[in-house]
């Protein structure tokens, strides 16, 4: 098994920062794809960004968060990191860390078989 603990939501102003981050621990050489989702009451996940984290490439991102989130990987804890910029009030949900063996075509959460508990993200406008 492969466990994910998720970190760094918060409250935040419209145009402001955060930063998440996911650290995994467990059978963690299962995993060579990371990514985040996020989630609000009523509405089905969304998925914003991956990585391959043997390569740190193949990165995909979300229409959503283009040009404004970043992902990265975190070689040190075998997780990865969410940079997220410009923040909106839209963009205020539960977001979640996934983990997968491979990653596979698009931001679907089929490609992903281990998942955390979510961190809350509030943006005030």
């Known amino acids: 098994q492969v466990q994910l603990v998720e970190s760094g939501g918060g409250s935040v102003q419209a145009g402001g920062s955060l930063r998440l981050s996911c650290a995994a621990s467990?059978?963690?050489?299962?995993?060579?794809?990371m990514g985040w989702f996020r989630q609000v009451p009523g509405k089905e996940r969304e998925g914003l960004a991956r990585?391959?984290?043997?390569?740190?490439?193949?990165?995909l991102y979300a229409d959503s968060v283009k040009g404004r989130f970043t992902i990265t990987r975190d070689t040190a804890r075998s997780g990865v990191h969410l940079q997220m910029n410009s923040l909106k009030p839209e963009d205020a949900a539960m977001y979640f860390c996934?983990?997968?063996?491979?990653?596979?075509?698009?931001?679907?959460?089929?490609?992903?078989?281990?998942w955390g508990q979510g961190t809350q993200v509030t943006v005030s406008s």
């Open positions: 996934a983990a997968g063996t491979i990653c596979v075509p698009g931001l679907e959460e089929k490609g992903f078989g281990y």
């Open positions: 467990g059978y963690t050489h299962r995993v060579s794809c």
């Open positions: 990585i391959n984290t043997i390569t740190g490439g193949d990165t």
